[in-house]
């Protein structure tokens, strides 16, 4: 479906395939500006023929949590963390990678 705007925030409903496993679940999505607001299975689907397990059905409550991170973290030397840029996660793993792919090469994937 086309987006549309009420009360000046954009609306979209429409289908999408569930992220979260290699079952590509067909679902359902309506968003409220960048908000998803509601999940359901797809019945139109062709492979999951409007099925999903709760993972899936659950994605607007994850979307929503207060305790989801948002935003990089790093760990600190007393074994907290802090928020950080994209660039200095990136930047760490960078630095901390290596180590882990030559030390021990079968337990390291990557993609490029």
């Not at 607001?37 to 979307?63: M, P």
Request: aromatic residues 6%; proline residues 6%.
């Amino acid at each position: 479906m086309e987006p549309s705007s009420a009360n000046g925030a954009a609306t979209w409903s429409g289908p999408r395939i569930c992220p979260l496993c290699e079952a590509c679940c067909g679902l359902l999505f309506e968003l409220d500006g960048q908000a998803v607001t509601a999940v359901a299975a797809n019945a139109d689907d062709v492979l999951s023929a409007g099925h999903s397990c709760a993972k899936g059905l659950g994605l607007a409550l994850v979307e929503a949590d207060p305790d989801r991170i948002r935003t990089p973290l790093i760990r600190t030397a007393t074994g907290g963390f802090r928020t950080a840029t994209w660039e200095e996660a990136f930047a760490e793993i960078d630095r901390r990678l290596p180590r882990y792919v030559i030390d021990n090469p079968g337990t390291c994937a990557g993609m490029a």
